[in-house]
Structure formats: structure tokens, C-alpha cells
């Protein structure tokens, strides 16, 4: 079985050092680039399972390499970011990231991180067929979704989000659920990870003509199809 290659975009020598050491003994092979714009370049070789990011980059930040890779690729992105940058954790959830962990971390968390991303984004293809409920339709088996005619243009987080929201229509679903079936982690005070996704995923919906589907629930998670307004 050929090992997950993971790219590391990461100014910090002696960390990618460390990763490397200590995930390639865990099954991953390991290629660290330590400067946005080279980062980028290997990025989108598709030569990767996944890319580590970190958003405090010389030259190009991590967030322009973000931008810039998700214009050409869907290729899963875990962002690293300082415990004090809150607002650029958001912004690169919002550009399409999978999931982020502050520094420091334990290397152990993130192994964890980034297997939840591969498994999530490696999952079989399912045997029951397209998804369909009023103007959506999501077929898992392909992992393309539309709403109407119109193909929504969804990340792996996106697209497991729409997934699992079909299969539960009018039944509120926790945060704390969604991080765990979908993130595959365990949800953590203050974490937004779910709700930014939520969000990006009703944006596109909402763009692309599908009507209004999801409802937050105050103080507890979100409903699919509770209230169903079509564009």
C-alpha cells in the first residue's frame, strides 16, 4: 500500500524536522517547503494526499497561497496558526481550509488531525445512490453535489456536511456532532470550525439558486429542511 504524501508549507526548520521525523514513522511520506510562493508551486503538482499550512509565511502569507490554491485545487488544507490569530483561523476556514490546530501542538494531534482529513476524504463510495431531496442532489459515490441544475463547487468538509444534512432532514444535529462525524475530532470551547463551514456551504446552496435549507438551532446546532424557501 503506497504512503499519503503530505506537503508541509512551513518557515519553521526545526518544526518540519520534527513532523518529518515523527510522521514518517506513522505511514506518511513527508516533503517540507519553507516559503509561500515555492509552497504553492508544490502544492498544486498533485503530487500530494494532503497539504499543512501555515498562515505566518515569508514572502507569500499563508492565506494568499490559500486563495490561490483553492482557485485551482481541492486538494485538502489543515492551516497551523498562532493561539492569538482568531481571525485569520476564520478567514482560512472560509477560503475553503478542511480544519486548523493552533501552535503549539502536540505532533500526536496533529497526525490525528490530518488522518480525520484523509478518511473523510478517501471514504468508499457508498452504495445507495444519489441523494436527492427537492432541488438537491448528492451523489456520494462521486462526491459531486447540485442544486438544480447548477454543480455547487464543494469542498471535502462541504460536501460531507451536505451529505450527512441529507440523510437527516427536519432532525437538529449538534455542533458538537457535526465536529466529530464530520471533522473527526472532538469539539473544543470557542471552536467555529463547524460554523464557518455550515455557513460557506448554505452561501453556495444559496448562490446557486437552491433556496434557504438550514436552520440554525440557538444554543444547539442546525436543522436541514426545516423551513425549504426556493429562489
Same mark, same amino acid.
Given at each position: %500500500?503506497? =504512503?499519503?504524501?503530505?506537503? /508541509?508549507?512551513?518557515?519553521? /526548520? ?14 506518511? !511520506? ?25 498562515? =505566518?509565511?515569508?514572502? =507569500?502569507?499563508?492565506? !494568499? ?9 481541492? @486538494? ?34 496533529? @497526525?490525528?488531525? $490530518? ?28 462526491? !459531486?453535489?447540485?442544486?438544480?441544475? %447548477? ?21 437538529? #444535529? ?26 460557506? #456551504?448554505?452561501?453556495? @446552496? ?7 435549507? /438550514?436552520?440554525? $438551532? ?14
Amino acid at each position: %500500500m503506497s =504512503m499519503d504524501r503530505v506537503l /508541509i508549507i512551513d518557515d519553521d /526548520i526545526d518544526l518540519c524536522e520534527l513532523l518529518a521525523a515523527r510522521m514518517s514513522g506513522e505511514g506518511f !511520506e513527508i516533503e517540507a517547503v519553507h516559503e509561500g510562493a515555492h509552497g504553492l508551486e508544490r502544492a498544486l503538482s498533485r503530487e500530494y494526499s494532503l497539504v499543512v499550512l501555515d498562515l =505566518m509565511l515569508p514572502g =507569500m502569507g499563508g492565506l !494568499e497561497v490559500l486563495r490561490r490554491m483553492r482557485a485551482q485545487s481541492p @486538494i485538502p488544507v489543515l492551516i497551523l496558526t498562532a493561539r492569538s490569530e482568531d481571525v485569520d483561523r476564520i478567514l482560512g476556514l472560509e477560503m475553503g481550509a478542511d480544519d486548523y490546530l493552533p501552535k503549539p501542538f502536540n505532533p500526536r494531534e496533529l @497526525i490525528a488531525r $490530518i488522518r480525520a482529513i484523509l478518511r473523510r476524504a478517501q471514504s468508499p463510495a457508498a452504495s445507495d445512490g444519489p441523494l436527492v431531496l427537492g432541488s438537491l442532489r448528492a451523489d456520494p459515490s462521486t462526491r !459531486e453535489a447540485w442544486a438544480g441544475e %447548477m454543480p455547487l463547487e464543494l469542498t471535502s468538509v462541504e460536501f460531507s456536511l451536505l451529505e450527512t444534512f441529507l440523510r437527516s432532514p427536519g432532525r437538529t #444535529l449538534s455542533r458538537e456532532y457535526l465536529t466529530e462525524t464530520i471533522l473527526g475530532r472532538k469539539s473544543t470551547p470557542f471552536d467555529r470550525a463547524v460554523d464557518v463551514h455550515v455557513s460557506n #456551504l448554505r452561501r453556495k @446552496i444559496t448562490a446557486a439558486g437552491g433556496g434557504e435549507w /438550514i436552520k440554525a $438551532i440557538r444554543g444547539n446546532g442546525y436543522l436541514f429542511a426545516a423551513r425549504v424557501r426556493h429562489a
